[in-house]
Structure formats: structure tokens, C-alpha cells
């Protein structure tokens, strides 16, 4: 075959828009269309459901959604490849099995097993966690398509991959076809996101016109034989695909050059983006390698359990309020919690015209593994303060107990002890080997700086009147992805944002180890700031947890810009 495939996505996580498989099976043609509903919080999520109800695990929205979109996906002839499974892909194959018999749809369900880890474990050197999911590749999934499957279910696969998989099983593609396959990385990872890549989160969103922003459209990406790909989406729907919303999504929650997936390690600085038409940005030059001899294990186990009181401080003395009240609780725990972290957000202004923002927030967060020290113990403690302390005491919560949270970190396995079996309709099954080209991930060389812009006047700005920048989660570091738009503002960007300035700009991040990354295509800088997320996301270490936000702050942080740079 070599006319394009079309492969749309309809979810980006588990709680994405409802309506939205329908909206892409009705608003154009497809091929395949693909969804991806795992994080690293779903997984913990999905085992919590799991210890509940062995028969669960799974992503129960993609069932509501195939009631309403079953036949309609098998009357237009689109095939759906979604990672709904979860920690029970066999469970949600035959769910999907028992709704297509309910509604008399005649379709053939695969899916892939073989990432659940969770009972070997302890001889694979993991631990004893509540969850252990590898990351899979493609080739299982490429396998029950070749196999006549109309729905594929997988596990814990990459997020590129249910992307990958129906582009190598349409084209042909070989294990070793490395540039196609990583070109197939590259485009899935832009459209796994969803509407990320259609306008969603965007840093430049008022450039937007609003009724475009009210409800955009999800991504398609049109995969050639060759790897190269245009992102686009259905005509006459919101948002907006242009070179900087796809810019915004390749810099998301990624590391370094080198862009690992179980298939192919594609390389991000050979990426080129070009405009192709009113909503389509061609992807075309991507390079890759062979995939690392190891996969990546997501492992989640439970913490403990957390518990926070929010004081809210208004009018003068913010400080010696804090003080105060700090140390008031302190002293009336009889039992001191195993950790307990104060933040004092400076929300207050000064001789504010509104008593909200004339007030600071005052955080307590409180972990152990005993519930009654972080429960009522810790929240009564707290609320009886309350005609005791400082002036105009007040909580933004009622006492409550504490909640259970979790813990995330990766692990890594030889590929070769983890199995990958593709399972059919008919109930045979197919093992997928191990890659057997593979070459250790490392650093890429650092490309050379630019010429350094000349010297000139100067205006003390936000960094975001030129620059965009997207952030995100990885296990407990984050990253922040920052672009302009032209190569003036690149050389300027790639000489006086260094690691010290982000560390000025974002004094938390002062102490912590910090990486920068050079991708020059895209005019852009990956700062990887590790430990930032503490335990992972459901650790909730900071007040955004996920990091989404910090991009947008380091934006908004005013820096001396030239003045022939600004628009």
C-alpha cells in the first residue's frame, strides 16, 4: 500500500471527552482510530480497582463509548486500537466481546498481554509493588491486526505505540526499518495527546480565535510509507494545527535527543516541520535507531496516607501569622507524623480592594503509614485552633481523614524475560520476540550553539512574548519544553536561557539536578529537572503535582529580551 494512512486519536487519558470517539468516526475519513488512556497515576488508579474486583483494571469509559460507536466504527470500516486494558486486557477483550453480542455487531477483538509483571516482580530485582506494567511495543499489536482483528485491546504499551502498530501492520514495515518506524513514533507521539496537539494547552492560545478554542477537534495523523507524516484533523472542527501546537506537543514530557520506544529510538533533532495547508504541519526527515536492549516498568505501590489543612491568612502580618499557627499545630500533635511540610503560597497584595486577594494560603500536608496520625488526629488538631490562633483565622476545608497515596518509580528489564503475546479471537496466541538489533540508550552529542546575537537595547519582559514553552511529568522529575518562532530569537534563546537562568527564574528548582537539551530543529530547549515531583505524581509533592503548570510560570518570569526580538 502506499497511499497514507489516516489513524485518529480520540482520548488522551482516562477522563478525556466522552463524545469524542464518536466525533472522529462521524466528522471525516479514518483508517484506524486509536486511543490512549493510561498514565502513570491511571495505572495506580486501575490497581486500586483491581484489589476491589480481580474482573476490573480496566478502562470502563472505552465501553461506554464502543456501546454508542461499535457499529459505527464497523459500518465506515475504521478498525480501533485503544490501551483501555489497562492491568486486564483479556478482561476488556471479552467485555468488548459480550457488548458486540448484545448489539448484534459482528467484529473480531485481539489483544495483547504479557506487560503485567506484578507476580515475577520480586525475581526481577522490582520489589513488592501494587502494580508492575513494561512498557510493550507495537509488534503485538500489528500481529492481531494481520490476524483480522477489528479491535485491538492492549495493556500497558507505549503511548506511541497503538499509533505505530496499525502504520507497520497497513505498510509491511520490518522490525528494522528503523527511520519509518521512529517517523511513526514521532507522529504518534504528537496525536496520543489529543486535543494537546490541535490547540489544547497552548502557550499561545490567544492567537486562537475564540469560538476555534470553545471545542477543538481531536488530531489525525496521515502516515506514509516512508514515515513521514502530516497531523492534521477533521475539517470544520475547532482548534488549530499549525507548526507551533505540533512544536508544543513534540516537547512534551520527553528528555533528551533520543526518543526511546520499544520499536525504534527515534531522534528528535532530526525532526522537520513544515507547513502544509491550512491545519496540516508535514512531519518528514525523522531518523531512528535501533530500541534499547531494556524496557521501562512502570511500578506504583501505596505510600501511605496523606492528609492537608489549608489556613488562610489575611491582611498584615502574613509572615508571623504562619509563624504562629506553625507553631500552635506542631505542638498539639502528640504523635508527629512521619512527614509533615508547610508551604506559604504569597497570594496577599497590599491594600487590596478584595478580601481574597488580600489573603496568603498557608499549606500543611501531613504522610504516614498509620491513618488515625494524619486523620482526625491531624485535621481536629487543626480546626480546633481556630478561636486560639491569629486574627481572622480561617480553613478552606472541614476536618477530614486522611486518604491513601501513592508512589511511582520506574524500573528496567532485558527486554528478552519480558513476554509479549498477541492473543486472537479464535483464543491462539502468538509470542512476539524480543528485539534482537538493539543499542544502548545514550546522550546524544550536543549540538553547537549558534552564532550569539549581537548587543542591543533591551526590554525587561515576560519570556513568553516570544517564547511558547510546554511541561510535564516524568516519574518524579519534570520537564519543560521552551520554543520561538524564529531564528533571531533562537540565537538569543539558545545563549541566555542556560541552566542558571532557569534556576534564577525558577528559584525551586535552585537546588535540584537539572539537564538542558539543545534541539535546534524545532528552535528549542528541554530542561529535565529531576526530583522536582518527589515520589511521582500521586505523591503530590508540590501544589501542581503533574508539573503542567510550570512552563507557564517560567513564562511569565520577566527577563531582559532585545528590543528587535519582541513583536
Not at 116 to 130: I, T
Not at 172 to 197: N, P
Not at 537 to 548: E, G, I, L, M, T
Request: proline content about 6%; charged content about 20%; glycine content about 12%.
Amino acid at each position: 500500500m502506499t497511499a497514507a494512512v489516516r489513524i485518529g486519536n480520540c482520548s488522551g487519558f482516562y477522563g478525556d471527552r466522552l463524545a469524542a470517539m464518536r466525533e472522529m468516526l462521524t466528522g471525516g475519513e479514518l483508517d484506524y482510530l486509536t486511543g490512549d488512556y493510561l498514565a502513570e497515576l491511571t495505572m495506580l488508579i486501575l490497581g486500586r480497582d483491581r484489589m476491589k474486583n480481580p474482573e476490573r483494571g480496566y478502562a470502563k469509559t472505552f465501553l461506554r463509548q464502543l456501546e454508542e460507536c461499535l457499529g459505527l466504527a464497523q459500518e465506515r470500516g475504521v478498525k480501533i486500537v485503544a490501551n483501555a486494558g489497562g492491568l486486564n486486557p483479556a478482561g476488556l477483550a471479552g467485555a468488548v466481546r459480550e457488548l458486540a453480542a448484545r448489539l448484534g455487531v459482528a467484529v473480531t477483538v485481539g489483544h495483547v498481554e504479557g506487560d503485567d509483571l506484578l507476580d515475577r516482580a520480586d525475581e526481577l530485582g522490582l520489589g513488592s509493588p501494587l502494580t508492575a506494567n513494561a512498557y510493550l511495543g507495537a509488534w503485538g499489536i500489528v500481529d492481531c491486526l494481520n490476524r483480522g482483528a477489528d479491535v485491538v485491546i492492549t495493556g500497558r504499551v507505549t503511548d506511541a505505540s497503538v499509533i505505530v502498530g496499525p502504520a507497520a501492520a497497513h505498510f509491511g514495515w520490518a522490525r528494522t526499518d528503523y527511520d519509518r518506524l521512529a517517523g511513526a513514533v514521532v507522529a504518534g507521539h504528537v496525536i496520543e495527546c489529543g486535543t494537546q496537539a490541535t490547540g489544547g494547552n497552548y502557550a499561545f492560545f490567544t492567537e486562537i480565535p475564540a469560538e476555534q478554542a470553545l471545542h477543538p477537534g481531536f488530531p489525525i495523523a496521515e502516515i506514509a510509507a516512508d514515515g513521514s507524516a502530516v497531523i492534521t484533523k477533521h475539517a470544520d472542527t475547532g482548534g488549530l494545527v499549525s507548526v507551533d501546537t505540533v512544536t508544543a506537543q513534540l516537547l512534551y514530557e520527553v528528555t533528551g535527543a533520543r526518543y526511546a520506544n520499544p520499536d525504534a529510538t527515534a531522534r528528535l533533532d532530526s525532526i522537520a516541520l513544515t507547513g502544509d495547508g491550512p491545519d496540516r504541519v508535514r512531519i518528514s526527515g525523522v531518523r531512528g535507531e535501533a530500541p534499547p536492549p531494556t524496557l521501562k516498568v512502570s511500578l506504583n505501590s501505596i505510600g501511605g496516607f496523606r492528609n492537608q489543612m489549608t489556613f488562610v491568612l489575611t491582611g498584615l502580618d502574613i509572615e508571623a501569622k504562619a509563624a504562629l499557627v506553625r507553631r500552635q499545630l506542631e505542638d498539639a500533635l502528640t504523635v508527629a507524623p512521619a512527614e509533615l511540610d508547610w508551604t506559604l503560597a504569597r497570594t496577599d497584595h497590599a491594600d487590596a480592594d478584595t478580601e481574597e486577594t488580600a489573603s496568603a494560603l498557608l499549606r500543611c500536608v501531613v504522610r504516614d503509614p498509620d491513618p488515625q496520625t494524619v486523620g482526625r488526629r491531624f485535621s481536629g488538631a487543626a480546626v480546633e485552633l481556630g478561636l486560639a490562633s491569629y486574627p481572622g483565622f480561617t480553613l478552606t476545608a472541614p476536618p477530614g481523614d486522611g486518604q491513601v497515596y501513592g508512589v511511582y518509580r520506574p524500573g528496567y528489564v532485558d527486554a528478552a524475560q519480558v513476554p509479549h503475546v498477541a492473543v486472537h479471537a479464535d483464543g491462539t496466541r502468538t509470542a512476539i520476540p524480543a528485539a534482537t538489533d538493539t543499542l544502548v540508550l545514550a546522550g546524544a552529542e550536543e549540538p553547537a550553539l549558534p552564532p550569539a546575537p549581537p548587543s542591543g537595547a533591551t526590554r525587561r519582559v515576560p519570556l513568553g512574548r516570544i517564547a511558547g514553552a510546554r511541561s510535564g511529568d516524568k516519574g518524579g522529575s519534570a520537564n519543560v519544553g521552551v520554543w520561538v518562532r524564529t531564528e533571531a530569537q533562537w540565537r538569543w534563546l539558545a545563549h541566555t536561557l542556560t541552566v542558571d537562568m532557569l534556576r534564577t527564574l525558577l528559584p525551586e528548582t535552585a537546588e535540584l539536578p537539572v539537564t538542558r537539551h539543545l534541539l535546534p530543529n524545532l528552535r528549542a530547549i528541554n530542561f529535565v529537572i529531576e526530583d522536582i515531583l518527589g515520589l511521582g505524581v500521586a505523591y503530590q509533592a508540590r501544589f501542581d503535582p503533574q508539573a503542567k503548570g510550570l512552563g507557564e510560570w517560567l513564562r511569565s518570569r520577566h527577563i531582559d529580551i532585545p528590543e528587535d526580538l519582541l513583536p
